[in-house]
């Protein structure tokens, strides 16, 4: 009786078909012979964390158990690889090792890889080549916790399966079971997952990395994790819900003629599960519905897209590569999903400014979240290029629509024009509102919230009242305490602040502490006022306590000329009719101090605080003359 002898390359073990055909009686009582460099190259994988040596290992333990069972005979055959072939094995010396074990035991070859296959059958190796199934798959294990309303489900060791269910706009966690999933559990439904991605035209392997593997099996995306990357064996299963058209979104009208038109780049931001990545397919596939040629860029590939729309993930792992790619192949629209890194925002900026339509999809729980992700890798002033529109989208609905522009003025919260400076800024697509400017402030990109005052209702005329001291929970007492706390890293001393607006507030701290508080090229002050949201002047101690005495508060002085200076507790007004529109230096005695336009009423206003109003105030106490004069 001839025994079928049979030698597997690594492919067909981590692939699950071996065991199967066994299972199926077609090399029942055959003699399996594996090469000890197949078990060397599933431990390697299995020691790297990733899921396909462990599927490898389970298979192995498989065909033991078969063996003892008495079904087949198995062997093992050959010596380790060393390590000067284990660096070579992506030339093929491992596989030529598999190889020349069929060859020594005069047995045949099996491989699922269609290289292996052509080479053995170039040595004259009998093969034999497992094609990929393309039909007749069974259901997968983990289909079996996905009802019609499921939108993922989460499976982890010792704890009962739990899915989320309902709809974008309302979803809800509901535990599926009571009895704990079991490792064991786990093990066998990634194997099957792993098998299946492997064999199956609409599935591959997205991401492999040490103790994480992603998979995409159709409309499925699969993570399965484990030690040492998580703390315990997970799969976690998600799919879309449904496949929504652009027309089901409010706003869709505006959306159409912006991307169509001549601002054709978009940002799309959200909070997680927000909905961005639905409307972002729908903007896909209207685009190519219409007649233009559209990619996208994914890195894991998850858009639900037709066809004739094609993805592209990060080419050898960076999406620079994509990009060149893409510049050769000319699309018309690209639909960037999702923005992370730095190289994420540069290639987005790089492929707007070349031309190419863009639609970026970003995490951000706000307008100004998404802006400052942005501003702090690109250049605000080209901003607006680049981004023309934003899209907030939070439960599966378009909450707001941004313009994003580009001017020459003076920020809000800032009253000299020696402030006069480029501005980016952001309003309300609807309303025109302005919203947000974003500007250089010390070195340093500031994206501020233009504060707006609150509308004062009608009342009747009362009787004058003595404004009493704000309470403690008032907005100016709370930016106050929120100033002194950020300050106070800085500082030993106390904090004094004085707030002069709703968008400007004025410290003092220790001399020797306010370079530490503003820091390298304003780096530390830029951040405080980043986070706290309002202008903010630091000035040391020492200014505060030897302050020239003022003129009373609304008092106005003649300086001659036809120059008078009036004060109140905020301001200081430079009243010089005759310069009306003009552009004028100003001097104190035959020192300059500083150029500034005349409004059309005549006046030039400082902030009462700033360093340069405190100076002419001082210059006037000494008795030097205030002087203007025409440039």
Request: glycine content about 8%.
């Amino acid at each position: 009786m001839i025994v079928l002898k049979l030698v597997p390359d690594t492919s067909v073990v981590i692939d699950g078909r071996i065991t199967q055909l066994i299972h199926n009686g077609e090399y029942k009582g055959a003699t399996i012979i594996i090469p000890e460099a197949v078990i060397a190259e599933l431990e390697a994988q299995a020691n790297q964390g990733r899921e396909i040596g462990f599927a490898g290992l389970t298979e192995l333990q498989n065909l033991c158990k078969m063996r003892d069972d008495g079904i087949i005979s198995l062997t093992f055959t050959g010596l380790r690889p060393t390590l000067e072939q284990v660096k070579l094995a992506s030339g093929g010396e491992i596989d030529a090792l598999i190889r020349n074990a069929a060859i020594e035991h005069d047995a045949d070859f099996i491989t699922s890889d269609i290289v292996q296959a052509e080479v053995a059958r170039a040595k004259g190796i009998a093969v034999t080549y497992l094609r990929p199934e393309i039909e007749g798959f069974a259901p997968l294990g983990i289909d079996q916790f996905f009802d019609e309303h499921t939108i993922a489900v989460y499976l982890k060791e010792r704890v009962p399966p739990m899915a989320r269910k309902g709809t974008v706009k309302e979803m809800k966690l509901v535990r599926l079971r009571e009895q704990p999933t079991s490792e064991y559990e786990l093990r066998n439904l990634s194997q099957e997952i792993l098998e299946r991605a492997k064999r199956d035209p609409d599935g591959f392997i997205e991401i492999e990395r040490r103790g994480v593997t992603v998979v995409q099996i159709g409309s499925l995306r699969i993570a399965i994790a484990r030690r040492p990357f998580s703390d315990g064996m997970e799969i976690t299963a998600v799919r879309p819900i449904a496949d929504v058209k652009l027309e089901s979104f409010n706003k869709a009208d505006i959306i159409k003629n912006r991307i169509t038109g001549e601002k054709r780049g978009l940002l799309i931001a959200g909070p997680p599960g927000g909905g961005k990545t639905t409307l972002a397919q729908s903007i896909a596939t209207y685009l190519a519905d219409t007649g233009n040629i559209v990619k996208t860029m994914e890195a894991p590939r998850e858009l639900q897209v037709p066809d004739h729309i094609t993805q592209y993930a990060a080419l050898e792992g960076s999406m620079e590569n994509t990009a060149d790619v893409l510049m050769l192949v000319r699309p018309d629209y690209v639909i960037f999903d999702e923005l992370r890194k730095n190289e994420d925002f540069r290639v987005f900026a790089d492929m707007r400014l070349a031309g190419i339509g863009m639609v970026g999809v970003v995490h951000a729980i706000g307008a100004h979240d998404a802006l400052q992700r942005f501003s702090d890798r690109i250049d605000f002033g080209v901003l607006p290029q680049i981004v023309n529109t934003i899209i907030f989208v939070d439960k599966g609905e378009i909450t707001n629509l941004y313009d994003i522009g580009f001017t020459i003025k003076v920020p809000e919260g800032m009253s000299s024009e020696i402030n006069l400076r480029p501005v980016t800024t952001v309003a309300d697509y609807e309303t025109g509102e302005l919203l947000f400017e974003i500007f250089k402030y010390d070195s340093e990109t500031i994206v501020m919230p233009v504060m707006r005052p609150l509308p004062v209702p009608f009342a009747p005329l009362k009787p004058p009242v003595i404004q009493k001291e704000p309470a403690e929970t008032s907005p100016w007492k709370m930016l106050e305490k929120d100033i002194q706390r950020e300050i106070g890293r800085y500082t030993d001393g106390n904090v004094d602040v004085q707030m002069l607006s709703d968008t400007k507030a004025l410290v003092y701290i220790e001399d020797k502490d306010v370079p530490a508080a503003i820091g390298k090229g304003g780096k530390n002050i830029a951040g405080i006022v980043n986070k706290v949201g309002i202008g903010i002047d630091i000035r040391p101690r020492s200014e505060l306590e030897k302050q020239p005495s003022t003129p009373a508060p609304e008092e106005e002085l003649q300086l001659g000329g036809g120059v008078k200076i009036r004060m109140d507790k905020k301001q200081l007004a430079i009243i010089c009719p005759d310069q009306a529109g003009k552009i004028v230096d100003v001097f104190a005695g035959k020192e300059y101090l500083f150029t500034a336009t005349v409004n059309d009423s005549g006046e030039i206003h400082l902030a009462k605080n700033s360093s340069i109003a405190q100076e002419m105030i001082k210059r006037y106490n000494e008795g030097d003359a205030i002087r203007l004069r025409p440039v």
